[in-house]
């Protein structure tokens, strides 16, 4: 075979190797000049594992993991929570492999009529009436017993424990029950607490089986996990491939040997309804990482998800992204492609460990039924603290809190069978500074929540509900933009600006090029506004913000602000990065006196 010769300055082994330290001190050198530091290029994530900016080998565990099993592909599943049979075959025609119907019983015969049950698996939402339903339609059905896949998702107890040994002895591949971790993601919390709970609850669900008179083995078969999927990509992928060595070690200390079966759901938490087609991109992100993760089976949400009922192109997006991935990307093709990620190692060994120290706490309490209030607690801390870094833009949502468009044209959409009909108007809480009222809407996805009293949430719902108000005025609120000499002079603070009263659907009106404050004030004068935000230099505003400020307040400004900090302006408070965006949004309705609706808007 002829070797191929590459010149000196492409082989490797010429330069020695460099050291960890070595980066290091070359980073601090580059940044040292900016006054930042290395630390500041390490981020924190929710359940306290530190991000660092550079993996090597060292980072790699010792420990090996529970890869994911050997298949092509991963089962394409879409939910149906309308009994709509033209959307069921559409989904089955267009790509789906298997169907989630969160459906009465009464409505199962007339949705399946047409479907091949031995080729489409079924997965329904838990209720005991629709899975006795569903077994007499398989009884009933061309089909073999061991040609029946799915789950009926019950919750092991009562008369569920019926049902589950009926499914046993006449379906020996259906299973019957899911660990849906979906509440606890939903809720706010972390991705440590999903996973450690996520076990807790399986382990509960082990017992009652085993107790009902299943073997161990047999009842670690009847489960399946229902994980979210978010478009924070790696921690998916770390999320999920963590799942599987969790859920090896119970089985292992159990004496068998069952893979965990996974469905991941792209989030809830994480779609919008401002802009909602950035929730394309979303799921896209969402769907490739559970992908990479090794997830069995797949739901994306439509994007329209948050507003109601989806409409069929919507339908249609949602499981071309699967089609994509899978028929085009080859996604499904290798087994746990991000093996050997050091990186990724990394964050899978350390949920891992967060996730099983959670799992025993929870435990210690008496088990996850026992500790709901404990659960509750953790998550509703994981929730405050994701929410301060919500209000600050620190967690950026795009489309809502950074880069909104106001001249968005809003999607309207039917709403979803379990959502409320009507809406509440918007307020504002004046003590705690944040919206009140119009409760959101139970997301399109949301089953066994109930049975835990959590809270359901969105990340984008406080300043959506900011947006709903300034929507709501005869005349849009403006906060007007005075910007200080020529436009490279200004144009990224006033950018800066415009984002964020943007995000609270503030109009944004600007001054533009300027010479003197003079100018500023006539045109502030000119657009009726009574708020303005200084943006200029930094040399600008030690030239002439104190005169703009002056000429300001002589022409009617009521508040002025500065995007940037100077300490010494005269001014009524600042806009940077960092602010407290949310809180800054809230005040400024706050001052003009809005608190309600007042009529359509113009």
Known sequence: MMELALPAEFRSNEFPPASREQWRELVDAVLGKTGASFDSLVTRTYDG?????????????????????????????????????VAVLNDLEGGVTSLWLALPATSLERVLDGVHLDLAPIVLDGDVEAARAMLRIYDQAPVLADQVRGNLALVPSGEAIDVIRQARSSFPHLRTVVVDALP?????????????????????????????GLGVAEAFGQLEFRYAATADQFTTIAKLRAARRLWARV????????????HAVTSSAMMTRRDPWVNMLRTTVATLAAGLGGADSVTVQPFDAAIGLPDEFARRIARNTQNLLLEESHLGAVIDPAAGSWYVERLTDELAVAAWSWFQEIERAGGVFQARELVAVRIAETWAKRSARLADRSDPITGVSEFPNLGEKPVVR?????????????????????????????????????SFGLPRV??????????????????RPQVFLATLGPVAAHTARATFAANLFNAGGFATPAAGPTRTPQD?????????????????SDSGYAEQADQVVEALRAVGARRVLLAGRKPDAEVDGFVHTGCP???????TFEFLGITEPQGAQR
Do not use: M, N
Request: glycine share 8%; with cysteine; proline share 10%.
């Open 49 to 85: 594992i530190e991000l660092q900016p550079l993996y090597t080998l060292e980072d790699a565990p010792p420990v090996p993991y529970a890869l994911a099993p050997v298949k092509q592909g991963w089962d394409v599943r879409q939910r149906h929570a309308v009994p709509d049979p």
């Open 184 to 212: 606890f993601h939903d809720a706010g919390g972390s991705d440590s607490e999903e996973l450690g709970a996520s076990l807790a609850l399986a382990v509960a669900h082990l017992r009652s089986l085993t107790e009902a």
């Open 251 to 262: 089985a292992e200390v159990s004496g068998v040997d069952v893979p965990q079966v996974q």
């Open 414 to 450: 039917e709403p979803a069978s379990r959502e409320p009909v009507g809406r509440e108007p918007v307020g504002i809480d004046t003590d705690s500074q944040t919206p009140r009222g119009d409760a959101p809407p139970t997301p399109i996805i949301s089953s066994g929540s109930d």
């Open 458 to 475: 969105r990340y984008a719902q406080a300043f959506e509900e900011l947006r709903d108000l300034a929507d709501a005025q005869p005349e």
């Open 520 to 536: 500023v004030a006539s045109r502030f004068r000119e657009s009726g506004a009574e708020i303005a935000v200084l943006c200029g």
């Open 581 to 587: 965006a949310l809180e800054i949004l809230t005040g």
